[in-house]
Nanobody, 117 residues
């Protein structure tokens, strides 16, 4: 059974930092592209950052230069370092694991990030 468990969310002031983590189990982690998505109230879920099996990354324009995604294949974990947080970053953040060749796609339960003074 595949499980993706996010942690690290919380309440932070504007300009602050948070580090999200996603621990994966039940899958061959190194074979999957990993991503972080977010969904704010009343909005669609959107891609925040993604990292391929080979370590290539891409980011939403709104977070470029502020967020960094990384992966640790030995620990089956993906991280999202979020700096210079803004109120508009407030959302539920979801971890995603995707293996396109086999049409496999898994989601975590989400972790709330709130940026407010």
């Amino acid at each position: 059974q595949v499980q993706l468990v996010e942690s690290g969310g919380g309440l932070v002031q504007p300009g602050g930092s948070l580090r999200l983590s996603c621990a994966a189990s039940g899958l061959t982690f190194s074979s999957y592209a990993m991503g972080w998505y977010r969904q704010a109230p009343g909005k669609q879920r959107e891609l925040v950052a993604r990292i391929t099996r080979g370590g290539d990354t891409n980011y939403a324009d709104s977070v470029k230069g502020r967020f960094t995604i990384s992966r640790d294949n030995a620990k089956s974990t993906v991280h999202l370092q979020m700096n210079s947080l803004k109120p508009e970053d407030t959302a539920v953040y979801y971890c995603n694991a995707a293996l396109v060749s086999l049409l496999l796609n898994y989601w975590g339960q989400g972790t709330q990030v709130t940026v407010s003074s």
